[in-house]
C-alpha cells in the first residue's frame, strides 16, 4: 500500500472510532489512566506535525502553537506553564477545533507525501502511523470507560457487536519441550524499540494452556470466595484489592443475583463462553494460584506463540517490562517512547478484539502496571 | 409581575448565560467547588420537579428516573448507587438532553401555574426560582473558572464587559455611633431562612469604608511582600499561602512585567481603580492587618449598608456563619438548604456584578469556606 | 505567693503529671494534634529561656543552641532546616536530657528572680506560668491519648481516680433575661489578651441547663441511632463522621454488649452519671439538635456563668472563635499567642477536671477546631 | 556449632546491635519502611514462641496473649483490632517489658533445644535464626534512619567505625562469555525458598565492573547535573526525584559548600574512595544511563559472582523480583514469607557492611521497592 493510502487509512480510522459518540463524550477524563477521546485525536495529530512537518515540511505553518503545550505528552520537554492543568479540566480546543486541527496537519502530509521520502522519515512516519494505532485502541478502552462508568450506562452503539467467543471446549494443555528459543523481533516490518534485540533464552519443559480462562470458569474463582482469601493474593494485591473494594471483573455487576457487565450495546448478561475480560495482574496472579498453575512468562508466551490462537485478549505475563539485551533508547524525544517506562510495568503479549488490525506481532511487547485493567486484559495460564 | 412570568424570565435568563459557551464547556469540572454548567442546568429543573411537580401536579410524567440521581445535590436522601462517580466525570446526560429536560419541566410548569397555588406551594415556587438565581450566579462563576484555567484563556463572550469600575476617590470612613441595630429580615417579600428571627444587636461605635479596596491598593500590599510575611496571616491562611504557592488574587498573572488578568473577554491588563476582585478571607484579613485595620462583622455591615453603595463584590465579613436567635430549620429535604453548613463558613455580604437582578438584599447573607475565592469576593475596611 | 515559690509550684507540677509515665511514653505521637510529653516538658521550659532568660539575664547561657529548633513551636520565625522532622520523630533530645535543661532553667530562673522584676517582666513570667498550665492540661490529655490509643489499655496510674460525678439529678433550666451583659475579663489578674476589650453584649431572653449531659443521656442518643441520621448532623459534621466511621465518643468501646470506656486506671464500665466526655462541636450540635435545643453562644454561657456550676468539662458553644472589639495582637513573637488561630475554630467555656488549678476563669475562652475531642469536653444545652 | 549455642549468638548479637541505644531510640518510626527497634526485638522473639514454642514445647506458656497482636507481621492472619495502631505509635510494651520476654522465650528455647529436633523442627528453627539475622541488618538501618533524621545527629556509637573502604584503583571490565549458567541454590546448607529452584540460564556475553561506583564518581554525575536531567531517569523515577526534591544519596548535606554524610560517628566530611551508600534503583539507573553503561541482571551479577569481591554494599540487579521456575510457596503462614512479594520489586544481590556474618551468599535474592534507598545499597555497573 502507498504511504499516502496508509495515511488515509489509519486517520480516518480514529475518527470512525469516535463517529458514535457525542461531542460531550469527547471531554471527560474520569481517571488518570483515561484521556478524553478529543486528547486522542489532538495528540496522534501533534505527534505528524512535531516530528515530520514542522522540520521537514518546507513552508508549513503550525495551525495554532498553543497545541503544542496541550497535545503534548512527552511533559520533560515543556517549558513554563502559566497554569497546571489536567486533560479533563480542559473544554478547549473544542471537537470542531481539533478536527480543523486534523484537516490541516491531513492536507499537509497529503502534500509532503507526494514527495519521496528519506528512509529516516519514512521509518518516523511509520511510527507515527503505528502510534496513532496504539492510541486507537486507546480511543477505543477510554470511550468504554467513559460510558461504563456513567451511571445511565449508555451504549457506545447498539448495532456494535462484543467479539463473539470461540466456542471454549475447556483447556487443553501444549507441552513445550526445553530448549534454546530466539526471542524478538526479526525481519523487514515495523517493530518498537523494546523489541528490538532479538536473542536466544533456555527455557525449561513447560506447558500452557490453549485457551484463555472463561467468565464462567472466573465466576468460580469469585464464588469460591477467591476475593476474601489473602492467601492468593501478592501483598500488594491484596492490599489493592481491600482499599478499592474489589470482588469482580471491572463492568461486572450482580443486580437483583443476576450478572450482567458492561458491553458496547449497554449493560448486558454476562457470556458464559467468552475470556474474562478487564483482569488486573494482581487478579489474574491470583487466579492461577488458586488453580495450582502460574501465568507464562512473556518468553515462553512467545516461543509457544505460533501454536497459540491468539489476539482476544492481552494475556499478562509473569514478566516484568525490562529491556532487552542491547536495548538502546533512540536519542531526542522519539527516545521517551519506551525506554523510561522499563519499571514496575508488567508485560502483556497479544492483542485483543479492540487492538488495531495488522497492528499486533508474536514480538510485540505491551506492558501496564499490575492494577491496571481498564484495557482488555485477559488470562492464559501455565504450569 | 405574573408567577408565570416570573417563572419565564428566570428560566430563560438561565440559558442566556450559557448561551456564549461550546458544548465541551458545559461538561468539565476542574475543581470540587466549580460545577459543570449542565449540572446547574438540570440542577434547578429538578428542584422544580422534585418538590413543585411530582407531588402536586396531576398526571404529570417524571422526564427521566435517573435524573432524581445525577441531579441530585442532597445526596443524604439517595438511595444505594452502583457506581461512584464525580459530576465532572458525567458525559451523559447530554447538553441536548437535559435542554429537552428543561422543556418538559417547563411546559409542565406553565400549565402548573395555570391554576392557583395554595400559599405554601407559592412559598416553594418562589423558592425555586430564589434557588436558580443562586445557581445563576454560580454559572457565571463557574464558566469563569472553567475558561480561565484554560491554558488557551478563550473570552466567554468578546463583547460581554467586565463592570466599570466606580471612580474610586480613595476611602472615606463612615462612623456609625454605638447603639441598638435590628438585624435580619423584616418584611412581605421573599428571603432565606438564614435571614429570619430579625434581632436587636448593640454594636459599639465604629467606622467603615465607604469604598472597596482596589486592585492599585491590593497591588501595593503584593508589593510591599504581603504574601510573604507570616505575620498578617493566620496561622490557618499562611498555611495555605504556602500549600498552594499564592502569590496574588486568583486570575492574576504577571507576564514580563506587565500585569495581566482573566476577564470576560480573554486576558487584559489589570484595572487600577477597579475594586479587587476574587480574595480569600484569609488575603481579606491579611491586607486589613498590613492596614492596621480590621473587617467589619456582618452586623457591622448590615447596620451600615443603607449608607453605602454596594453590589460590585461580596464583601467578606468578620463573623462566622452561625445561626441567628431562634433559627429552625425546616422539615424534610428543603430543610437541609441552609442549616447544615452552618459551621466552618465565613459570611459575605452585599452582592456582586454577577448576582441576579433583584437577588440580594441587606439581610442577605452569603457563606463560603475561607479559603475560596473563585466568587466575585473583595474587601471593605472598618476600624 | 511570691513569684519564686509560684515559680516551684507550676515546674514541679508539669513534672509531677509525667511521673507515672515510662521513658517511651514520652516520645510517641500517635496523631498530629498529639504532641509527646517530652515536648511539653521542653517547649514550655524553651518560653522561659526564649524570652525571659537570654534576653534579660546577664550571663546566662542558653543550654544547647540546637534546642530552639526543637522546641520552638512558632515555627514561622524559624531559619533554614537540614531535615524535615516530626515531633514524633524524635528520639533525640531524650527525657533525661530535657530534665538536665529544665533544671538549667530552673536554676536560672531562681536566680533572676532574686531581683525585682520590671512590670513588663512579671507580665511575660506570669504568662510564662499560664502558658505551662495550658501544656499541663495538654500534658493528661496527650497522654490519656497514648495511653488510651494502646492495643494493652496501659493504666496512667491504678490510684488515680476520674472525677467522681456529681450526682445529677436531671438537667433544670436555668432563664435568663434579656439585657445588656459585659462579656470579657476586668480586673487585676492575669488573663489572655483575646479576654480583654469588655464590651458589652445584648442578650434576648434565653434559657440554659444548669447541668451537663451525662453518659446515660448520650447513650439514649447512640441507641436513638443518632449516628446513622444526617438530619441531626452539619453536613461537615457528616462527613466526619462517615469518614472516620464514627459512633461513639472517644474512648468508648462496646465488648461483648457491654459499654467500657478508657479512664486512668484503664477500660472501666461506663460510668452512667458522669458528664459525657471526649465529644466533637459535630457531636455536642448534633445531640443538641436531637433533643431540639441548641448550644449555648459564649456570650450566653458567660453571662449564666456566675450561676452555673462548671468546670468539670469544656463545654462547647455556638460562637467561632473571634476577636472582641478593639482586639490587638501584642507585638513581636508573642504577638502570635492567639490571634492567628482566629479562624475556623469554635469557643469552648469553662474548664475540665484536667485545667491546672485556678487556671480557668468565667472570661477564660479555649477554642479547637469543631472536629477535636481528644480533650476533656462535653454539652451543655440551651434554648 | 550446637543449635543452643546458634541460638546464643544470633539472639545476643541482636541485643549487642541495640547496646548503645537510649530508650527513647527503640520507640519511634519516622518513616513507613523503618521499624523502631523494641518492635524487631519482640518481633523476632515472637516467631519462636509462635511457630516453635506454642505448638511444640509441652507446657509453655504464652507470655502474653496481647503480645501476638503487637508483634505479628503477616497482619492477615490477625482477628478483629480494637484500635487502628502503627508500630511507632505504641509506646507500650516498654523495652524492658520486651527484655523479659526475650528471656522467657530464651529460656524456653534452651530447654526446647535440649532433646533433639525433627528434621521439620530443625529447618523451621534454622528459618527462626535467619529470620533474626535479616532483622538484625533492619536494626542497623533502621537505627541509622531514625538517629540519621534528627536534627542533633547524634553518634550511633563514636567508636563505630564505618567500613574502611578499599583502595579502589578505578573500574576494570570482567568479561564474561556466552553460555549456559546454573542459577539458584544447590547444596546442604540453608537458603530462602526463593533460592530454590535451581535452573540454567543462557547468557549472551557481558561484561561487569569489579569494583563499586565510588563517592567521588557519583559526585561527579551530581555535578553534571544529573539529577537536573530527565533524560537519564525512568519516568517513575523523574516523579520520584521532582517530587521528594531528591539532590543527592541519602545522608549527604552540603553545608557550606563541604560535602558531609551522616555515619555511625555523626556527620562526617564525605568519605571520596568509598562505595557510594544509600542508592534508589531508580538513581543507580540513571547513574549507569549518564555513564553509557547498564546495571548487570540478578544472573549475570551470580554468574560473574565467584570472580568478584562484593559484600559492602547490596548491589541493585536490572531485574524484576519473580518467581525462579517451579517456585511453590510453603503451606501455612510460613509459606507467606517470600511469594507474596514478588511483585513490584527489584532485586539486589551480594550483601552489605550491615549484613550479619555469613547470612548472605551467592545465589541470595534480596528486594526492595526501587525508590527505597535506607539500605546500605550501591552500583555496580554492567555493559
Ligand atoms: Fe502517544
Ligand atoms: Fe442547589
Ligand atoms: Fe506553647
Ligand atoms: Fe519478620
Same sequence: chains 1, 2, 3, 4.
Avoid at 478499592?244 to 450482580?254: C, G, I, K, L, S
Wanted: charged content about 20%; aromatic content about 16%.
Amino acid at each position: 500500500m502507498l504511504l499516502k493510502e496508509q495515511y488515509e487509512t489509519v486517520r480516518r480510522r480514529s475518527e470512525q472510532i469516535c463517529a458514535p459518540l457525542k461531542t460531550e463524550d469527547y471531554v471527560v477524563q474520569p481517571v488518570v489512566d483515561v484521556s478524553p477521546p478529543k486528547w486522542h485525536l489532538g495528540h496522534t495529530t501533534w505527534f505528524f506535525e512535531t516530528f515530520i512537518l514542522a522540520p521537514n515540511a518546507k513552508g508549513y505553518t503550525v495551525f495554532d502553537p498553543q497545541y503544542n503545550y496541550v497535545f503534548n505528552s512527552y511533559y520533560e520537554s515543556v517549558g513554563a506553564r502559566v497554569i497546571r492543568t489536567n486533560r479533563g479540566n480542559l473544554s478547549r480546543p473544542a471537537v470542531e477545533d481539533i478536527m480543523r486541527y486534523r484537516k490541516h496537519v491531513d492536507e499537509a502530509m497529503m502534500a509532503f507525501l507526494e514527495t519521496p521520502l528519506s528512509r529516516k522519515l519514512t521509518e518516523l512516519f511509520i511510527l507515527g502511523l503505528n502510534h496513532e494505532e496504539q492510541h486507537q485502541e486507546l480511543l477505543y478502552t477510554d470511550i468504554k470507560y467513559i460510558l461504563g462508568h456513567n451511571p445511565l450506562f449508555p451504549a457506545y452503539d447498539p448495532q456494535h457487536k462484543d467479539l463473539t467467543p470461540v466456542n471454549n471446549t475447556g483447556p487443553a494443555w501444549l507441552n513445550i519441550r526445553a530448549g534454546m528459543y530466539d526471542i524478538g523481533f526479526s525481519g523487514d516490518g515495523f517493530c518498537f524499540d523494546n523489541e528490538l534485540g532479538r536473542h536466544a533464552v533456555y527455557l525449561p519443559e513447560y506447558r500452557i494452556s490453549t485457551a484463555l480462562v472463561t467468565n464462567t470458569e472466573y465466576l468460580d474463582f469469585i464464588q469460591a470466595g477467591g476475593y476474601q482469601d489473602f492467601r492468593y493474593w501478592h501483598a500488594e494485591g491484596w492490599d489493592w484489592v481491600k482499599n478499592n473494594q474489589v470482588t469482580t471483573p471491572m463492568y461486572w455487576y450482580n443486580i437483583d443475583g443476576q450478572w450482567v457487565h458492561y458491553t458496547w450495546q449497554g449493560l448486558r448478561p454476562l457470556m458464559p463462553d467468552a475470556p474474562v475480560n478487564h483482569i488486573s495482574y494482581y487478579e489474574a496472579a491470583a487466579y492461577a494460584a488458586w488453580k495450582g498453575q502460574r501465568l507464562p512468562t512473556e518468553f515462553e508466551w512467545e516461543a509457544a506463540a505460533p501454536q497459540l490462537s491468539w489476539g482476544q485478549r492481552w494475556e499478562w505475563c509473569e514478566s516484568a517490562y525490562l529491556p532487552y539485551p542491547g536495548f538502546a533508547k533512540a536519542p531526542g524525544a522519539i527516545g521517551e517512547y519506551n525506554g523510561k517506562f522499563m519499571i514496575s510495568q508488567m508485560v502483556l503479549r497479544g492483542g485483543s478484539e479492540v487492538t488495531s488490525p495488522n497492528h499486533s506481532r508474536i514480538t510485540y511487547r505491551n506492558f501496564f502496571h499490575p492494577s491496571l485493567r481498564w484495557q482488555f486484559t485477559g488470562i492464559r495460564l501455565a504450569g
